[in-house]
């Protein structure tokens, strides 16, 4: 085979294959992507939906799926007035094709490689480029200490509930905590408040210990996450953010 | 990419748009700011603007450090806030 460049990053058609009803406001859905050379955890790709008249919406969505995963997955919830995820998270149908472009983003980037231990902190549907780190330490059956600190709505706004409790229950050296911020079910015993400096010392790792630090979701539970473990002492190089936007918890 | 005003997103979502223009992925890359020197991976640098173009902010000083603006017929790239740029080779 000849050797050739890098491809050049092109839209290409996907088509909706599955869809998973995740939450009552999330839902996954798996794509086949016709051309495609693999991702690494944490990056995205680009999805643009064009009207009738032309008109072009372009949004950025994380990869939920492993890089072992033969299929693509995006986890997107419904902004009511949004431009794009009404359509992604509530009308898309099987069969249903868009464009996209991906993947891209090397920076907010975990693998095995990287080691850890490593430290995720989630917001809502800020858990998806996470999950995609998780899903593949999983697939690589590695044993690199993994905090998950994900904040949820309420019990049901939980993304991948059960497929957490499944990879948690199989792995010591795994542990995820939900704090539910607006509303907790009888008997709830976790944190049922927003993520804060105690939470975060609490449930997660010291600075000593160097975790890799990735916080993802609405842009005010991202910033007051990294605010916090800097002032805790965590090394400002191991902290990697992603900002969702303006979604509120 | 889509950005909203007055609140930044991470350097890391506008990658599609630097991969409309740039062979690598400078997300990765390094950037020094002309005006105080602070030394940043683009990914992590706070971008401001609207879905035409992308406004990067120094951590360190708030300053403009570097300006991508795509237009119907070409993009601009405004550098005047950064000493250097090193994107590294990957593999
Ligand atoms: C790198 C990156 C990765 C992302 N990955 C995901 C992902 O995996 N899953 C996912 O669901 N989203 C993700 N997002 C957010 C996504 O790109 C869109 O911003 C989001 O889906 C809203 O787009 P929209 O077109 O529906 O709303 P818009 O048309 O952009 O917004 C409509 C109105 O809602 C407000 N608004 C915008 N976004 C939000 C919000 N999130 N919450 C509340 N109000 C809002 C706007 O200010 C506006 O007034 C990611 C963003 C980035 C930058
Ligand atoms: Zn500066």
């Known amino acids: 085979m000849p050797v050739t460049d890098a491809p050049r990053l092109q839209w290409q058609t996907a088509e909706v294959r599955e869809i998973v009803e995740e939450t009552p406001r999330v839902r996954t859905i798996i794509l086949d992507v016709p051309s495609w050379h693999g991702h690494k955890a944490g990056q995205h790709i680009d999805v643009r939906l064009t009207a009738d008249d032309g008109y072009q919406a372009q949004r950025s969505y994380s990869i939920a799926s492993a890089p072992e995963s033969d299929h693509l997955m995006l986890s997107v919830e419904r902004i009511e007035e949004g431009e794009v995820s009404p359509y992604l998270a509530g009308e898309a149908r099987m069969g249903d094709k868009f464009e996209l472009r991906g993947p891209i983003g090397g920076y907010f980037v975990w693998t095995i490689a990287t080691g850890g231990p490593l430290f995720l902190i989630a917001g809502g549907s800020g858990v998806a480029p996470l999950m995609a780190m998780l899903r593949h330490r999983a697939a690589q059956k590695s044993t690199i200490p993994a905090t998950l600190l994900f904040s949820s709505r309420t019990y049901d706004d939980i993304i991948y509930r059960a497929e957490m409790e499944r990879l948690a229950a199989a792995d010591p050296h795994l542990k995820i905590v939900h704090t539910l911020t607006r509303g907790q079910p009888a008997g709830w015993t976790g944190p049922s408040r927003r993520i804060d400096s105690e939470m975060l010392v609490s449930e997660g790792f010291a600075p000593d210990a160097k975790p890799h630090i990735y916080i993802c979701g609405p842009t005010a539970l991202v910033e007051s996450s990294a605010r916090a473990l800097l002032a805790l002492g965590h090394d400002r190089a191991l902290i990697k953010t992603e900002r969702f936007g303006p979604t509120g918890l | ?91």
């Open chain 2, 1 to 91: 990419m889509h950005l909203h005003g007055d609140k930044p997103v991470d350097g890391n979502a506008v990658a599609g748009l630097f991969r409309e223009v740039f062979a690598l992925d400078l997300t990765t890359a390094s950037l020094i700011c002309a005006g105080c020197g602070a030394e940043a991976e683009i990914g992590s640098v706070r971008v401001f603007g609207g879905t035409m173009g992308a406004v990067f902010r120094c951590d360190g000083c708030d300053e403009v450090v570097m300006r991508l603006v795509r237009t119907p017929d070409g993009y601009w790239l405004d550098m005047q806030g950064a000493r250097r740029l090193f994107a590294r080779k990957v593999g």
